[in-house]
C-alpha cells in the first residue's frame, strides 16, 4: 500500500514495544512521513531513537495529552513543518493504576473516572477539534481500543467505561468530519505485552486464554495491528469510517 507524501501524526510511542512503533515502521515503510510524540522528558530519548530508525525524515514533538496547552503547540509544530496534515494515530490511554485492579464499584472514584476519560476518549475529539481545519481531504484518523469496552474483563474495570466512549466517540467524530471526506476508525487490538500490559495481575492468563480459545489459535502482533491501520489510512478502506474493527485472530466472536 502507497502512503507516499503522506503526513502521518503518530501519538503513542513509549517503546519499541509500542502499537504505535509498529505503526510508525509500517507506515514509513510504505513511504509516509511520520511525526511522532513523547508525553514526558522521560520517554524523549526513546522516541528519538525510534524516529531515528526510520525511512526518511522523521520529526518528534513533546505532547501531554492532559494538557490544552500541549495539543495547540503540536498543531503549531505540524503547521510549523509541514502546513497541513493527512493521517492521525491515537494509541494512548491511561487510568489509574489503582483502579486497574480488584473490585470496579469498591475502587472507582469520580477522579479515576475523569482522567481514564479524559485522556482516553476526550484527548481524541479535542485532537479532531485541534487539527480540523489543517487534515487534507481523504485524510484519516485512527484509534486503538479494547473489548473490555463492551465485555467484562476481570481488572480492566474503569479503562471499560473510557474505551466504550472511544468507541461512540469514533461513530460520532465520523460524522462530523464526513462532509470532509475525514475518516474515523477504530482498532479493537487483542492482548499484547507492551508497557500499557506491564504489572496487569493476570495478563499472562488472559494471553493464555486467547490462545486457547480464539479462532486462530494464537494472539496477535503488533505488527498486524499496524498492517489494518495501514489499510484504514489508505485509499483501499475509501467507504469505510466510524467503524471498530477487530485484530484479535478472531476471539472476540468465540463461544463456547
Ligand atoms: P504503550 O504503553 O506502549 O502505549 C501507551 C501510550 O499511551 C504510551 O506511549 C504513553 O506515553 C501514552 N499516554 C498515556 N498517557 C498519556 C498522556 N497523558 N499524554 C500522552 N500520551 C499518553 O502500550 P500500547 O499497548 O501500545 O497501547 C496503545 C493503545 O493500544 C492504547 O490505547 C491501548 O489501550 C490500546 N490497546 C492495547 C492493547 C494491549 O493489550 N497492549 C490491546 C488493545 C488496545
Ligand atoms: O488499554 C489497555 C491498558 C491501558 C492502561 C495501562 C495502564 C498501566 C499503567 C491504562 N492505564 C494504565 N495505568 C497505569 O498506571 N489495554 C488494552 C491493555 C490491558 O490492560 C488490562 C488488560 C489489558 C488487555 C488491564 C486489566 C485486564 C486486561
Request: hydrophobic share 40%.
Amino acid at each position: 500500500m502507497n502512503l507516499r507524501n503522506k503526513k502521518v501524526l503518530i501519538i503513542g510511542v513509549a517503546s519499541k514495544r509500542s502499537i504505535a512503533a509498529s505503526i510508525a515502521q509500517v507506515f514509513s515503510d510504505n513511504g509516509a512521513e511520520i511525526a511522532l510524540t513523547y508525553q514526558n522528558e522521560k520517554l524523549k530519548s526513546r522516541v528519538e531513537d525510534i524516529a531515528s530508525e526510520l525511512s526518511g525524515n522523521s520529526i518528534i514533538c513533546p505532547c501531554d495529552l492532559a494538557k490544552d496547552e500541549d495539543i495547540s503547540n503540536l498543531k503549531k509544530f505540524i503547521q510549523e513543518n509541514w502546513s497541513d496534515i493527512d493521517i492521525i494515530i491515537h494509541s494512548a490511554a491511561f487510568a489509574p493504576r489503582e483502579l486497574l485492579n480488584g473490585d470496579f464499584v469498591e475502587n472507582i472514584t469520580r477522579e479515576g473516572f475523569q482522567i481514564a476519560h479524559d485522556i482516553s476518549s476526550y484527548s481524541f475529539a479535542a485532537l479532531a477539534k485541534e487539527f480540523n481545519d489543517i487534515i487534507n481531504e481523504n485524510g484519516s484518523m485512527i484509534t486503538l481500543s479494547y473489548l473490555g469496552s463492551e465485555r467484562v474483563i476481570k481488572n480492566y474495570n474503569v479503562m471499560g467505561l473510557a474505551k466504550a466512549s472511544l468507541e461512540a466517540n469514533v461513530r460520532y467524530m465520523s460524522h462530523s468530519l464526513g462532509h470532509k471526506n475525514i475518516r474515523v476508525n477504530g482498532i479493537s487490538a487483542g492482548p499484547i505485552k507492551t508497557l500499557a500490559a506491564s504489572g496487569i495481575s493476570g495478563f499472562n492468563e488472559i494471553l493464555k486464554h486467547v490462545e486457547d480459545k480464539s479462532a486462530l489459535k494464537r494472539n496477535i502482533t503488533t505488527v498486524e495491528v499496524a498492517n489494518t491501520a495501514l489499510f484504514l489510512a489508505s485509499q483501499s478502506s475509501s467507504a469505510i469510517t466510524g467503524q471498530i474493527i477487530y485484530v484479535d485472530c478472531g476471539f472476540n466472536i468465540s463461544g463456547v
